[in-house]
């Protein structure tokens, strides 16, 4: 995968998770901040916990950090899967957002 190619896929799974933000503030009470810098997604939670989203360009990853853990992922065609687990990013977004949220979150791309 060349850089380009790189950015056109993981772009659009930024862009996705910014929505996905949109659409959880609107859906439900939680109250979830979303703040983007350059390839950097920061979602904070009302308890002021963060997950962290950002692009890895020179490795072709995205990178999550969240209380659970540190997970990178690669695009494997189909979708970006965890680089150890083989587990999909929205999967794995929902489950740590749901968790340090208080409350089932889904994200989806």
């Given amino acids: 995968m060349t850089d380009l190619e790189f ?13 996905g933000c949109d659409r959880i503030n609107d859906e439900t009470d939680c109250d979830l901040d979303s703040q983007r810098s350059g390839s950097m997604v920061t979602l904070t939670f009302a ?3 963060q ?7 020179p490795l072709h990853e995205v990178w999550l950090a969240a209380r659970s ?14 680089t150890k687990t083989g587990s999909e990013f929205f999967t794995d977004l ?13 994200f989806s791309g």
Wanted: cysteine-free.
């Fill in 7 to 19: 950015m056109n896929r993981a772009e659009p799974l930024l862009l996705a998770l910014e929505q």
């Fill in 47 to 49: 308890n002021r916990s």
């Fill in 51 to 57: 997950i962290i989203v950002n692009l890895q360009k």
């Fill in 69 to 82: 853990g540190g997970y990178h992922y690669r695009f494997d065609g189909q979708q970006w899967r965890d």
């Fill in 94 to 106: 929902s489950h740590a957002a749901s968790q340090q949220a208080g409350q089932t979150l889904v």
